[in-house]
């Protein structure tokens, strides 16, 4: 492929097929602009403009719904097939045949991991799962409702000063330490935020327990020496974190991003990524599920509801994403998973029941609107007894190896420029401005 450079000649047949020609109406001059990977540059559309003077085209695209911010080798997401892969592997396989840690060492590192490789990386990670003694005094100091959520973004955002070699970004051996550190304690402060809201006493990390068997140690202990997790329960909330660990440019991904541009300390964007998570929505859509399986509260009352939704009454919460216009890999592992989990649940009737009538409706498949990862998860966060405002908690722990990874490739990348998007100016202009003495009298 040749690409064509952007200059301001009319095209001609000699024009390349990876080029896109663009006739400005206004001029009636025409454009040649490259297209690379199947995108044109928007910088090259600066050149196209009227007069020599005023400002050069821009794209308008609130929420980038259509606008590459990076190139990124982490996951590969096809939203027509359902396709979700982490560096290649499909999402199915990893949930199956993989565990979180070992996941989390493939999306940071590009590579499934040795034998050697994987133990060191395990115990790395185990080694700093506890925090300074400070971390603790200051999440003691939150009040007593403090939800759990904004406890773990400020206490992500506090790491950054128990660790102020952290801002040596350039670093590749501190680079490593600092996401081990933080794969390795958000569990710690996870687990800490949901006890200070129980007004239980903080249960320090047990090294001789796998990394998810920990985090439900400091969850769950209470008098008894050594606790002893349910295995179907680790299984199912490890797949849940490999499910989590990384979705591409999403909205919390984009504020890692962001605020990393600025070459700030990894803790800082990564707790970046943790406020845009606190939103409801982005991390708080499996809650509004289980509002509304409760308030269905019967597999007889679908029907009603069903048509309730079609007639714009009522919202199918849990159904259709921004990206996946297909069944959302990710929601076929969970349903899974909520079939090891239950044995029964009226919920997971009701929610089985209505998926079952929505996918048959023509309503709904014409608008191809599909289950994703949220409409089941909640399940199995409420079949481990946490309380709902835990919910985007456990999400942040599972996708932090993504926020990092992305993070990582951000500060290799040579194209990365600090963010900063155009706006399009709808004030006013050039007022005369009149002194107070003068507007009051």
């Not at 950054?160 to 933080?182: C, G, K």
């Not at 985090?215 to 997790?229: G, H, R, T, Y």
């Not at 700030?264 to 939103?279: H, I």
């Not at 989990?341 to 079952?356: C, M, S």
Request: aromatic residues 10%; charged residues 25%.
């Amino acid at each position: 492929m040749t690409d064509v450079p952007a200059t301001d000649v009319q095209a001609t047949a000699e024009t390349s097929t990876d080029s896109l020609t663009v006739r400005d109406n206004r001029t009636g001059q025409s454009y040649d602009l490259a297209i690379t990977d199947n995108t044109i540059k928007a910088a090259d559309l600066g050149q196209i403009r009227l007069g020599d003077e005023g400002p050069g085209l821009a794209t308008y695209d609130p929420g980038f719904v259509n606008t590459a911010s990076c190139r990124s080798a982490v996951t590969y997401i096809d939203g027509e097939k359902g396709i979700l892969e982490y560096r290649g592997y499909p999402i199915e396989q990893l949930a199956e045949k993989s565990n979180f840690l070992e996941v989390a060492y493939l999306l940071i590192h590009g590579t499934l991991p040795s034998k050697a490789e994987y133990d060191s990386w395990v115990h790395e990670i185990t080694y700093h799962t506890f925090v300074h003694e400070n971390v603790k005094s200051f999440m003691e100091g939150f009040r007593y409702d403090a939800h759990p959520m904004g406890m773990l973004m400020a206490s992500v955002g506090a790491l950054s000063t128990f660790y102020p070699d952290a801002r040596n970004i350039h670093d590749a051996e501190n680079r490593h330490l600092q996401m081990v550190r933080m794969i390795a304690k958000m569990p710690t402060l996870g687990a800490w935020s949901f006890r200070h809201a129980q007004g239980k006493p903080f249960v320090y990390p047990d090294n001789d327990l796998s990394y998810t068997a920990n985090f439900l140690s400091m969850l769950f202990k209470m008098s008894e020496q050594k606790f002893e997790a349910d295995e179907r329960l680790v299984k199912a909330l490890d797949v849940l974190f490999i499910l989590h660990a990384d979705h591409e440019q999403n909205a919390s991904t984009n504020a890692v991003r962001s605020v990393g541009s600025t070459q700030v300390d990894p803790y800082s964007a990564v707790a970046a990524g943790v406020g845009a998570l606190f939103g409801p929505l982005h991390g708080g859509a499996n809650e509004a599920v289980l509002r509304m399986l409760r308030r269905i509260g019967s597999k007889s009352e679908i029907p009603a509801f069903i048509e309730g939704v079609k007639n714009g009454n009522e919202k199918l919460m849990g159904f259709g994403h921004r990206v996946y216009k297909n069944y959302d890999p990710r929601a076929t592992i969970i349903k899974k998973a909520c079939d090891d989990v239950f044995e029964v649940n009226p919920l997971l009737e009701i929610a089985q029941e209505l998926e079952k009538i929505a996918l048959e409706d023509e309503y709904f498949v014409k608008r191809k609107l599909y289950p994703n990862v949220d409409f089941y998860s909640g399940l199995i966060y409420e079949a481990f007894q946490f309380p709902p405002e835990m919910f985007t908690v456990l999400f942040a722990i599972g996708r932090t190896p993504g926020w990092l990874a992305q993070w990582l490739e951000l500060v290799q990348d040579k194209e990365q420029k600090i963010a900063r998007p155009k706006q399009i100016y709808t004030g006013d202009r050039t007022l005369d401005f009149v002194p107070a003495s003068e507007r009051w009298a």
